[in-house]
């Protein structure tokens, strides 16, 4: 809680669904790559470059996926909380 009692910060559900969203994609990248190498580790000599490529391009998804997750700021820059009464942020 804010020492002061009239600083105050609304609750973002829509930051709330962006990380959820972020975590459930990197989640399914994760999935997808497991499966990917898996399939590789199983492929016969005939299939073995395709799969590889496979899992090459999921295990870069999931990288990508990591690097939003890291990236995203869920909270605010302490300048947007508030002031009762006070004008918002130009």
Do not use: H, T
């Not at 497991?34 to 990288?63: C, H, K, M, Q, T």
């Amino acid at each position: 809680m804010p020492e002061d009692p009239f600083v105050f910060q609304l609750p973002s559900r829509l930051r709330e669904s962006l990380a959820q969203d972020l975590r459930l994609a990197w989640r399914d990248a994760c999935s997808e790559a497991r499966f990917a190498y898996l399939s590789w580790r199983d492929s016969g000599p005939a299939r073995a470059g395709e799969a590889f490529a496979a899992y090459v391009v999921a295990i870069d998804n999931e990288a990508k996926a990591a690097q939003a997750i890291a990236g995203f700021r869920p909270d605010p820059p302490p300048a947007a909380s508030r002031r009762c009464g006070s004008s918002p942020p130009s």
